[in-house]
């Protein structure tokens, strides 16, 4: 078993539909993001919560909206999705306080369908 | 602005081959870390190695080595006796001092180790 655990691993869904995607850490670490990974373009990094405090969002349309309840949780909801935002979700940990303690461990992703 | 480049978009080898893949990185901050990188068809990164800006030592992790130039601004990663089991897309990636929480990847390098 992985440090951090994302779920579903897989999820299809309608332009219409809202749903949610899970991120759990089981390390300890403060900090915690979500990235995309669609195909042929680098990782995006799309939000960072430090201490379940939001601290970057990188221009990410509102039809995502993160949630950090505690500082081994985090979702991401989803409505109202186009088809181009089929991707690769990836979540990530870290220790956070600074670049020295920032090596971030990284789920397995959610593989998402937009129909 | 920060960059990494990974101008090696395929590479595919026969087993026991030495592959060298290459990260060319871009950055006017004299404090970073780079970092390389591993994710199987599995989809989770899974991390590599970390280095320094002010540790230009190469290391070496069993079949993997590393090379960090600062006169060219590169760290190649080579795999010494490939095996099937390295196949997977590496990504190399910068994080600077001054933007603790983010870190810029390459658009990744996919590894294949034909038997």
């Known amino acids: 078993e992985t440090g951090v655990t994302q779920t579903p691993r897989h999820l299809v869904m309608g332009m219409t539909n809202k749903k949610s995607l899970k991120c759990e850490q089981h390390?300890?670490?403060?900090?915690m993001y979500w990235y995309k990974q669609s195909a042929k373009k680098p990782l995006e990094l799309m939000f960072v919560y430090s201490l379940e405090e939001r601290v970057e969002n990188n221009s990410v349309p509102s039809r995502f909206s993160p949630e950090c309840p505690n500082s081994s949780h985090l979702f991401l909801h989803l409505h109202t999705l186009q088809p181009e935002d089929s991707a690769l979700y990836l979540c990530a940990s870290s220790q956070g306080g600074g670049v020295a303690k920032n090596i971030q461990y990284f789920g397995a992703g959610t593989r998402l369908s937009v129909l | 602005a920060q960059k990494v480049t990974q101008a090696q978009t395929e590479i595919s080898v026969v087993e026991k081959e030495d592959v060298t893949l290459d990260c060319v990185y871009e950055?006017?901050?004299?404090?970073?870390?780079l970092f390389w990188y591993k994710q199987p068809p599995s989809g989770e990164l899974v991390f590599l190695i970390r280095r320094n800006s002010f540790d230009e030592q190469n290391e070496i992790s069993g079949r993997y080595s590393w090379n960090f130039q600062k006169s060219t601004s590169s760290f190649n990663f080579t795999i010494t006796a490939s095996q099937v089991v390295d196949s997977a897309v590496y990504f190399c990636?910068?994080?600077?001092?001054?933007?603790?929480?983010?870190?810029?990847f390459g658009s990744g390098t996919r590894l294949s180790i034909r038997p």
């Open positions: 390390l300890g670490h403060n900090a």
């Open positions: 950055t006017r901050d004299t404090t970073y870390y």
């Open positions: 990636a910068l994080t600077i001092y001054s933007s603790a929480s983010k870190i810029i």
